[in-house]
Protein backbone atom coordinates (compact mmCIF):
# COMPACT_ATOMS: atom_id res chain seq x y z
CA UNK A 1 0.00 0.00 0.00
CA UNK A 2 1.33 3.57 -1.01
CA UNK A 3 2.44 5.48 2.27
CA UNK A 4 0.22 8.16 1.33
CA UNK A 5 -3.21 5.91 1.29
CA UNK A 6 -6.11 8.17 2.82
CA UNK A 7 -6.78 4.86 4.82
CA UNK A 8 -3.52 4.54 6.23
CA UNK A 9 -3.19 8.34 7.29
CA UNK A 10 -6.16 7.98 9.24
CA UNK A 11 -4.68 5.45 10.78
CA UNK A 12 -1.44 7.15 11.99
CA UNK A 13 -1.45 8.66 15.85
CA UNK A 14 -2.27 12.16 15.62
CA UNK A 15 0.43 14.31 18.16
CA UNK A 16 -1.83 16.97 19.92
CA UNK A 17 -0.57 20.40 20.23
CA UNK A 18 1.02 20.73 23.37
CA UNK A 19 0.14 24.52 25.66
CA UNK A 20 4.16 24.39 26.18
CA UNK A 21 4.54 24.69 22.48
CA UNK A 22 2.46 27.64 22.38
CA UNK A 23 4.31 29.43 25.31
CA UNK A 24 7.79 28.84 23.91
CA UNK A 25 6.34 30.12 20.12
CA UNK A 26 5.30 33.63 22.73
CA UNK A 27 8.62 33.70 23.94
CA UNK A 28 10.95 33.17 20.65
CA UNK A 29 8.76 36.02 18.93
CA UNK A 30 8.49 38.51 22.07
CA UNK A 31 12.32 37.36 21.83
CA UNK A 32 12.77 38.43 18.69
CA UNK A 33 10.81 42.00 18.98
CA UNK A 34 13.27 42.69 22.42
CA UNK A 35 16.00 42.08 20.86
CA UNK A 36 15.42 43.88 17.20
CA UNK A 37 14.32 46.96 19.76
CA UNK A 38 17.09 46.79 21.72
CA UNK A 39 20.32 46.29 19.33
CA UNK A 40 18.04 48.68 16.94
CA UNK A 41 18.54 46.90 14.13
CA UNK A 42 17.34 47.97 11.08
CA UNK A 43 16.20 45.57 7.85
CA UNK A 44 15.83 49.14 5.97
CA UNK A 45 19.46 50.45 6.78
CA UNK A 46 20.29 47.01 5.35
CA UNK A 47 18.49 46.68 2.31
CA UNK A 48 19.38 51.00 1.73
CA UNK A 49 23.07 49.98 1.55
CA UNK A 50 21.95 46.81 -0.71
CA UNK A 51 23.54 48.69 -3.73
CA UNK A 52 27.24 49.05 -2.06
CA UNK A 53 27.20 45.68 -0.74
CA UNK A 54 26.38 44.39 -4.37
CA UNK A 55 29.39 46.91 -6.27
CA UNK A 56 31.64 45.21 -3.47
CA UNK A 57 30.58 41.70 -4.79
CA UNK A 58 31.05 42.57 -8.16
CA UNK A 59 34.55 43.60 -7.52
CA UNK A 60 35.18 40.71 -5.68
CA UNK A 61 34.15 38.94 -8.59
CA UNK A 62 36.74 40.00 -10.62
CA UNK A 63 39.81 38.81 -8.81
CA UNK A 64 43.14 40.04 -9.97
CA UNK A 65 45.24 36.88 -10.47
CA UNK A 66 47.99 38.14 -10.95
CA UNK A 67 47.97 39.01 -6.66
CA UNK A 68 48.39 34.88 -6.86
CA UNK A 69 51.83 34.25 -6.67
CA UNK A 70 51.72 36.59 -3.18
CA UNK A 71 48.66 34.85 -2.01
CA UNK A 72 50.07 31.20 -2.52
CA UNK A 73 52.79 31.45 -0.20
CA UNK A 74 50.30 33.04 2.50
CA UNK A 75 48.04 29.68 2.01
CA UNK A 76 50.51 27.34 3.16
CA UNK A 77 51.39 29.69 6.14
CA UNK A 78 47.99 29.21 7.23
CA UNK A 79 48.03 25.50 6.36
CA UNK A 80 51.13 25.21 8.24
CA UNK A 81 49.48 27.02 11.10
CA UNK A 82 46.70 24.93 11.16
CA UNK A 83 49.02 21.18 10.87
CA UNK A 84 50.90 22.47 14.01
CA UNK A 85 48.25 23.58 15.99
CA UNK A 86 46.19 20.26 15.43
CA UNK A 87 49.67 18.14 16.59
CA UNK A 88 50.34 19.96 19.22
CA UNK A 89 46.66 20.58 20.82
CA UNK A 90 46.36 16.55 19.89
CA UNK A 91 49.24 14.98 21.84
CA UNK A 92 48.13 17.53 25.15
CA UNK A 93 44.25 16.15 24.45
CA UNK A 94 45.58 12.53 24.44
CA UNK A 95 47.20 12.57 27.39
CA UNK A 96 44.77 14.84 29.00
CA UNK A 97 41.69 12.46 27.88
CA UNK A 98 43.73 9.63 29.30
CA UNK A 99 43.87 11.35 33.21
CA UNK A 100 40.08 12.12 32.94
CA UNK A 101 38.42 9.20 31.87
CA UNK A 102 36.86 7.65 34.88
CA UNK A 103 37.56 4.24 33.62
CA UNK A 104 41.41 4.90 33.17
CA UNK A 105 41.68 6.88 36.63
CA UNK A 106 39.79 5.68 39.55
CA UNK A 107 40.24 8.88 41.36
CA UNK A 108 36.66 11.08 41.45
CA UNK A 109 38.93 14.07 42.94
CA UNK A 110 41.67 14.17 40.62
CA UNK A 111 38.96 13.22 37.30
CA UNK A 112 36.90 16.12 38.90
CA UNK A 113 39.17 18.81 39.04
CA UNK A 114 41.10 18.04 36.07
CA UNK A 115 37.62 18.03 33.86
CA UNK A 116 36.96 21.99 35.16
CA UNK A 117 39.83 22.77 34.02
CA UNK A 118 39.07 21.06 31.14
CA UNK A 119 35.33 22.51 30.59
CA UNK A 120 37.32 26.13 31.44
CA UNK A 121 39.43 25.64 28.58
CA UNK A 122 36.63 25.00 26.38
CA UNK A 123 34.84 27.68 27.26
CA UNK A 124 37.18 30.35 25.74
CA UNK A 125 36.61 31.48 22.08
CA UNK A 126 39.87 31.23 19.51
CA UNK A 127 39.18 34.89 18.54
CA UNK A 128 39.99 35.70 22.19
CA UNK A 129 42.61 33.02 22.40
CA UNK A 130 44.31 34.79 19.61
CA UNK A 131 43.93 38.22 20.85
CA UNK A 132 46.01 37.38 23.95
CA UNK A 133 48.33 35.63 21.99
CA UNK A 134 49.13 38.32 19.90
CA UNK A 135 49.21 40.31 23.34
CA UNK A 136 52.01 37.97 24.76
CA UNK A 137 53.93 36.80 21.74
CA UNK A 138 53.77 39.68 19.12
CA UNK A 139 51.77 40.20 15.56
CA UNK A 140 52.94 36.87 13.54
CA UNK A 141 52.19 33.10 13.20
CA UNK A 142 53.08 31.87 17.02
CA UNK A 143 50.39 33.49 18.30
CA UNK A 144 47.95 31.78 15.66
CA UNK A 145 49.80 28.31 16.31
CA UNK A 146 49.50 28.51 20.44
CA UNK A 147 45.64 29.79 20.01
CA UNK A 148 45.10 26.98 17.20
CA UNK A 149 46.83 24.57 19.63
CA UNK A 150 44.28 25.58 22.60
CA UNK A 151 41.37 25.27 20.24
CA UNK A 152 42.23 22.00 19.15
CA UNK A 153 42.89 20.72 22.68
CA UNK A 154 39.60 21.82 23.72
CA UNK A 155 37.86 19.69 20.62
CA UNK A 156 40.04 16.19 20.86
CA UNK A 157 39.86 15.88 24.54
CA UNK A 158 36.27 15.72 25.07
CA UNK A 159 35.54 14.22 22.30
CA UNK A 160 38.18 11.85 23.10
CA UNK A 161 38.04 10.80 27.11
CA UNK A 162 34.05 10.34 26.21
CA UNK A 163 35.18 7.34 23.75
CA UNK A 164 38.06 5.88 25.48
CA UNK A 165 34.96 5.56 28.98
CA UNK A 166 32.79 3.82 26.65
CA UNK A 167 35.26 0.66 25.59
CA UNK A 168 34.39 -2.96 26.36
CA UNK A 169 36.26 -2.71 30.16
CA UNK A 170 36.74 -6.49 29.71
CA UNK A 171 40.60 -6.35 28.29
CA UNK A 172 41.12 -3.98 31.18
CA UNK A 173 40.06 -6.19 33.56
CA UNK A 174 41.80 -9.05 32.12
CA UNK A 175 44.77 -7.10 32.07
CA UNK A 176 44.29 -5.69 35.95
CA UNK A 177 43.67 -9.78 36.66
CA UNK A 178 47.14 -10.64 35.34
CA UNK A 179 48.76 -7.83 37.55
CA UNK A 180 49.61 -5.33 34.31
CA UNK A 181 50.87 -1.29 35.47
CA UNK A 182 48.62 1.14 33.97
CA UNK A 183 50.69 2.03 31.41
CA UNK A 184 50.55 -1.58 29.60
CA UNK A 185 46.83 -1.34 30.60
CA UNK A 186 46.42 1.85 28.40
CA UNK A 187 48.64 0.47 25.62
CA UNK A 188 46.97 -3.30 25.31
CA UNK A 189 43.81 -2.38 26.02
CA UNK A 190 42.33 1.25 25.82
CA UNK A 191 44.53 2.02 22.13
CA UNK A 192 43.21 -0.99 20.23
CA UNK A 193 39.63 0.51 20.79
CA UNK A 194 39.98 3.95 20.60
CA UNK A 195 43.50 5.03 18.45
CA UNK A 196 41.15 5.20 15.24
CA UNK A 197 39.02 7.58 16.79
CA UNK A 198 41.47 9.48 18.24
CA UNK A 199 42.91 10.20 14.80
CA UNK A 200 39.52 10.86 13.48
CA UNK A 201 39.22 13.55 15.92
CA UNK A 202 42.02 14.89 14.71
CA UNK A 203 41.47 15.13 11.24
CA UNK A 204 37.75 16.70 12.55
CA UNK A 205 40.03 19.45 14.39
CA UNK A 206 42.40 20.10 11.35
CA UNK A 207 39.11 20.64 9.50
CA UNK A 208 38.05 23.46 11.72
CA UNK A 209 41.82 25.15 12.27
CA UNK A 210 41.93 25.25 8.69
CA UNK A 211 39.10 27.85 8.54
CA UNK A 212 39.81 29.41 12.18
CA UNK A 213 43.39 30.01 10.72
CA UNK A 214 42.75 32.41 8.50
CA UNK A 215 40.00 34.51 10.89
CA UNK A 216 42.84 34.54 13.56
CA UNK A 217 44.96 35.68 10.79
CA UNK A 218 42.61 38.90 10.23
CA UNK A 219 43.52 39.76 14.00
CA UNK A 220 46.96 39.58 13.65
CA UNK A 221 47.95 36.06 14.21
CA UNK A 222 49.41 35.03 11.14
CA UNK A 223 48.16 33.36 8.12
CA UNK A 224 46.48 35.08 4.79
CA UNK A 225 43.56 36.41 7.32
CA UNK A 226 46.22 39.12 7.62
CA UNK A 227 46.43 40.16 4.32
CA UNK A 228 43.07 39.94 3.65
CA UNK A 229 42.73 42.40 6.27
CA UNK A 230 44.83 45.00 4.82
CA UNK A 231 43.41 44.60 1.01
CA UNK A 232 39.88 45.40 2.82
CA UNK A 233 41.42 48.48 4.82
CA UNK A 234 43.00 49.83 1.12
CA UNK A 235 39.43 48.97 -0.67
CA UNK A 236 41.13 46.92 -3.01
CA UNK A 237 38.64 44.50 -3.52
CA UNK A 238 40.15 42.60 -6.79
CA UNK A 239 42.87 41.34 -4.33
CA UNK A 240 40.14 40.59 -1.90
CA UNK A 241 38.44 38.62 -4.08
CA UNK A 242 41.71 36.16 -4.96
CA UNK A 243 42.18 35.83 -1.60
CA UNK A 244 38.84 34.50 -1.04
CA UNK A 245 38.34 32.17 -3.78
CA UNK A 246 41.75 30.18 -2.93
CA UNK A 247 40.52 30.63 0.62
CA UNK A 248 37.14 28.30 -0.16
CA UNK A 249 38.77 26.20 -3.01
CA UNK A 250 41.76 24.71 -0.51
CA UNK A 251 38.95 24.85 2.58
CA UNK A 252 36.59 22.68 0.41
CA UNK A 253 39.70 20.05 -0.94
CA UNK A 254 40.46 19.71 2.32
CA UNK A 255 37.26 19.00 4.08
CA UNK A 256 36.79 16.47 1.57
CA UNK A 257 39.99 14.61 1.72
CA UNK A 258 39.47 14.64 5.70
CA UNK A 259 36.22 13.58 5.43
CA UNK A 260 36.64 10.56 2.98
CA UNK A 261 39.70 9.84 5.28
CA UNK A 262 37.47 9.27 8.48
CA UNK A 263 34.79 7.63 6.48
CA UNK A 264 37.75 5.50 5.69
CA UNK A 265 39.20 4.55 9.40
CA UNK A 266 35.21 4.36 10.95
CA UNK A 267 34.99 1.33 8.41
Not at 40 to 47: E, I, M, R, V, Y
Not at 175 to 196: H, R, S, W, Y
Amino acid sequence: MNSTDPEKLMTLPKKKFKFWNLIWVIIFIGGLFISTGVTKTSLGAFFSNFGQFADIFLQMLHPNWAYLGAVIPLLLETIKMAVLGTVIGSVLAFIYALLIARNIVKNKTVTGILRVIMNIIRTIPDLLLGAIFVAIVGIGPVAGILALAICTFGIVVKLFYEAIETIDPGPIEALTAVGANKLQIIVFAVLPQVITYFISYCLYAFEINVRASTVLGYIGAGGIGLYLQQTLQVFDYAKTGTIIIVIILVVVLIDYISSKSREALMN
